[in-house]
T-cell receptor, first 112, second 113 residues
């Protein structure tokens, strides 16, 4: 089954404790992206990747890191999480930016 | 820069009512336009798309027409059901321009029986 898998689904952590949210897709997609969703602000792009070893900042990259060492994986790293990074995060992938975007089920992160 | 503006929500309708959710955009290239839907507790999924002017996207009774002259892509459905309750996002991909995918802020729809 074609899917984007992100883990964990829920995560509660404390300020400053490094964490990684994993994202994997099984569709051989070139394009992958991370978004955060906040009430009243909609979906905002954090980082995106057009291909292996190619990543670019989205609209809200501060406090986040990503890597694209393999085509299928695109982890999101928070080196020192802060409470303002409490949000619902989505990973997504597609063949190209003008093609259908497949989304993961989301990760609800709470930073205390 | 590229942007998408969609009507503020929330929108509350009775079952079988007519739905319109307005969406307008600005883009520098030749955008493809999308509507995504997010059901409670789930990720977004593509509802419909249109890639050029005057194209009509349709799916599950929803329709939207790419209007270049008014830079709009309004979502419509003739008779909504309770199961259509969700958040709807308009989006564009500026092919030939920034190549970025830009989302509107979303419109929450609640349909009451």
């Amino acid at each position: 089954e074609a899917q984007v898998t992100q883990n964990p689904r829920y995560l509660i952590t404390v300020t400053g404790k490094k964490l990684t949210v994993t994202c994997s897709q099984n569709m051989n997609h070139e394009y992958m992206s991370w978004y955060r969703q906040d009430p009243g602000l909609g979906l905002r792009q954090i980082y995106y990747s057009m291909n292996v070893e190619v990543t670019d900042k989205g609209d809200v990259p501060e406090g986040y890191k990503v890597s694209r060492k393999e085509k299928r994986n695109f982890p999101l790293i928070l080196e020192s999480p802060s409470p303002n990074q409490t949000s619902l995060y989505f990973c997504a992938s597609s063949w190209a930016t003008n093609e259908k975007l497949f989304f993961g089920s989301g990760t609800q992160l709470s930073v205390l | 820069g590229d942007s998408v503006t969609q009507m503020e929500g929330p929108v509350t309708l009775s079952e079988e009512a007519f739905l319109t959710i307005n969406c307008t955009y600005t883009a520098t290239g030749y955008p493809s336009l999308f509507w995504y839907v997010q059901y409670p507790g789930e990720g977004l999924q593509l509802l419909l798309k249109a890639t050029k002017a005057d194209d009509k996207g349709s799916n599950k009774g929803f329709e939207a027409t790419y209007r270049k002259e008014t830079t709009s892509f309004h979502l419509e459905k003739g008779s909504v059901q309770v199961s259509d309750s969700a958040v709807y996002f308009c989006a564009l991909s500026d092919v030939g321009g920034s190549e970025k995918l830009v989302f509107g802020k979303g419109t929450k729809l609640t349909v009451n029986p």
